[in-house]
Every structure is written in C-alpha cells, then in structure tokens.
C-alpha cells in the first residue's frame, strides 16, 4: 500500500497569514493526489485534484504544489472559515490511502 | 445537482451484519465508478472500496475485503455496502462518494451491545 505521510498533525495560525500542509508519498503517485477540506460534522469536500488543479468554488487562496513524492497545499490569507481539518489522498494506485490529517486553529 | 444520499445506518450488535444504501441522483449513475469511505469518530479518513460502472471491477482496502461487500443497482441508481462480522472497531460514519468529488452527508454506524 501506498503511504501517506502528512505533517503537521495541527497547526494554529491567525487571520491573513499563509499556511502550507505537507503529505509525503511512500512512492511516486505522478500527481494523483487530492486535497480535501472538512468541517465538524460535515462530510470532506475537494479543494485540489491531480496535485494543483483547483475545484470549481474553491477560492484561489488554496493552492497545490508538488516536488518529487512531496505534496504541499498552501493557503494563503487565511480566512476565518478555513479553520478545518484538511486531508491528502492518494488515487494512483489501490487501496488508495488518506494522509492522517491536518487540523487548523485559527488564533 | 448531484446528491448522495445514505441510508440504513444505526445500533448494532456485534457480530451481526448491516446493510447501507446510497441514492445517487443528479448525475448519469451508471456512467461513474462509485466507492466508500468510513471515519471513526474523532479520527481521520478510512478508504473502504471502489466499485466500477458495470460492477466488473471492485476494490477494496485488504483488511475489510472478507468483511465488507460493495455492489451497486444501476436500474435503481442505488450502490450498496455490506458489512458482516461487525465490530466495535467498525464504528463510524459511512460516506458514499463520486470518488473524488461528491460526497454524500454520511450515515452513522455504531457497533455495541
């Protein structure tokens, strides 16, 4: 199974600061990687697919990069509604695998 | 607009089985694979299995393979989770998924006596 790696486990930020989320592949997935955002008591909804594309709706300020196995989402100019939980996956090969999850505090 | 709508969640006892139900609608069912996700409470996101169009294809993560059956109703638009052997470790909240770009509300699984 692929591995997802994702760091910081949380992170507190404040109003207009950037942020970046890692997730380390445990091998290439070439891009296939997708970025959800979830609420409390909400299900997950996509922000970035195949590593850098965003999601119709999604505000600009989210972004996706990607170095080798390393995948990063930025946001930028934090909102007050980006405090979430934010979670990577993997969807080159099966099963395919989460990352474990980032949560975001908003100071 | 798409929707996925799950159902058959709720109680149950350890061991027994139990079946979920998703209600797709706003989308051409047939022409999209079709999968599950499960999250324990407080913790992260659980792949559980893909299904294909024609149900020809079906993955599944190895460690509920011989526990958890995905299968889909075309002519319904309905796909299916069933779960047998439950246990207390199989408490979460069930999410049918357009993988990967709906999801539905989810539906709540709690195994205990």
């Known amino acids: 199974d692929i591995q997802m790696t994702q760091s910081p486990a949380s992170l507190s930020a404040s109003l207009g600061e950037t942020v970046t989320i890692e997730c380390l592949a445990s091998e290439d997935i070439y891009s296939n990687l997708a970025w959800y955002q979830q609420k409390p008591g909400k299900s997950p909804q996509l922000l970035i697919y195949d590593a850098s594309s965003l999601q119709d709706g999604v505000p600009s300020r989210f972004s996706g990069s990607e170095s080798g196995t390393q995948y990063s989402l930025e946001i930028n100019s934090l909102q007050s509604e980006d405090a979430a939980t934010y979670f990577c996956?993997?969807?080159?090969?099966?099963?395919?695998?989460f990352g474990g999850g980032t949560k975001l505090e908003l100071k | 607009e798409v929707k996925l709508v799950e159902s058959g969640g709720g109680l149950v006892q350890p061991g027994r089985s139990l079946k979920l139900s998703c209600a797709a609608s706003g989308f051409s069912f047939n022409d999209y694979w079709m999968g599950w996700v499960r999250q324990a409470p407080g913790k992260g996101l659980e792949w559980i299995g893909e299904?294909?169009?024609?149900?020809?294809?079906?993955n599944y993560t190895p460690s509920l393979k011989d526990k958890f059956t995905i299968s889909r109703d075309n002519a319904q638009n309905t796909l299916y989770l069933q779960m047998s052997k439950l246990g207390s470790e199989d408490t979460a909240i069930y999410y049918c998924?357009?993988?990967?770009?709906?999801w539905g509300q989810g539906v709540m699984v709690t195994v205990s006596s």
């Open positions: 996956q993997q969807h080159h090969d099966y099963p395919r695998t």
């Open positions: 299904i294909n169009q024609d149900s020809s294809t079906i």
């Open positions: 998924a357009r993988p990967r770009q709906y």
